[in-house]
């Protein structure tokens, strides 16, 4: 299967009609000038220079609500995907949007412009969250846009953040349960950073808001992540793409970052599930387990803690080996026992 490759475009803030507490669209993107019609075709080209196997590329409109903004600019970044998408030169179009920003007539035009999948940034379901959060849409426009989308033949996907403003692991379940009643085609999870020149810088240093701690978020997400993976939903993404202004010395003043948080966040699952197939098993050999590759990777852990942590609380050596499976499975060597199991069997 070959690999997406992701043209990225950026229209920051652009469209937005009010600023989220969270939100600063220069910071997390690293864009802040305005659009240039011209520069998209070269940073188009440039991308396209870049891929080798160029069978599966997608042209993404990221940052601000694309279907909220000026119509003309709308319609003319759109002709331009269009344009490289007829001649075989992309694959696919996504957009990123607010929920309160889809109607039929949006649809019927992003139609004409074969836009393949549209992202909703809904956040959260709470409707207590999505006030103090300031999002400015309620949580029933979230039903009626996600099942539109739908309805007109786009993939849907879903943006859930965690530890937001009047959040907690309930209501981030219940967000992620509300979801999968939706059936989207794909998922992003986002935990809360408090960025530079925010609503929620503000009331971090008032001590009115105080962020997750990078163990919290990944506990938190884990059960998140679990309810998704058990359901077949599709998570594309797990934490923000580390940039320039998204990194320790950058724009963040507190909050869960972590560069390679997805993997954090699949290391605990994998080691709850170990833990729990071991518990009260009498172990008198030594333990392989064969994985995927990047299941290897999350067992181990970083710098090896993983598989330390397991060696001492089963209290035999492990041996870790790659083989051809795929991530939800797990095989298991030890006390002349050969079993495999699947990961979700477990959760």
């Given amino acids: 299967m070959s690999k997406k490759n992701i043209i990225p475009i950026f229209v920051p803030h652009n469209g937005c009609p009010n600023d989220c507490v969270f939100c600063n669209q220069t910071k997390i993107t690293g864009q802040g000038k305005e659009i240039n019609l011209g520069e998209i075709k070269d940073t188009i080209d440039e991308y396209l220079s870049y891929f080798k196997d160029k069978s599966d590329v997608e042209l993404a409109f990221y940052g601000g609500s694309f279907t909220a903004i000026d119509f003309n600019l709308q319609n003319s970044l759109l002709d331009i995907a269009r344009e490289y998408k007829n001649k075989g030169l992309i694959k696919e179009i996504r957009m990123s949007t607010r929920p309160d920003a889809i109607d039929e007539n949006i649809l019927l035009n992003l139609k004409k412009y074969l836009v393949d999948t549209i992202e909703l940034g809904v956040q959260s379901l709470d409707s ?62 986002y935990p809360t950073l408090v960025i530079k020149d925010t609503k929620l810088e503000d009331d971090y240093y008032k001590g009115l808001y105080d962020s997750l701690s990078i163990d919290d978020a990944v506990n938190n997400i884990k059960e998140v992540l679990k309810l998704y993976i058990k359901n077949d939903i599709n998570v594309i993404r797990v934490g923000l793409q580390p940039t320039e202004e998204i990194n320790y010395d950058g724009s963040i003043v507190s909050g869960p970052f972590h560069p390679a948080f997805r993997q954090l966040v699949e290391s605990e699952i994998i080691m709850d599930v170990i833990k729990k197939y071991f ?42 080996k790659q083989g051809e499976f795929d991530n939800f499975t797990l095989e298991f060597l030890y006390n002349d026992i050969d079993e495999k199991i699947n990961i979700k069997n477990y959760f």
């Fill in 279 to 320: 518990n009260n098993k009498k172990i008198d050999t030594e333990i392989i387990i064969k994985s995927s590759g990047k299941n290897i990777s999350n067992i181990a852990g970083q710098k090896g803690r993983n598989k330390s942590e397991l060696q001492k609380k089963l209290g035999q050596n492990i041996k870790l």
């Fill in 128 to 189: 207590g969250v999505l006030k103090l959060s300031n999002r400015g849409h309620n949580v029933d426009c979230v039903y009626t846009s996600s099942n539109l989308i739908k309805e007109y033949g786009f993939n849907l996907g879903l943006q859930q953040m965690i530890g937001l403003p009047g959040d907690n692991i309930e209501k981030s379940i219940f967000t992620a349960e509300e979801f999968i009643k939706l059936n989207p085609h794909c998922v992003r999870i």
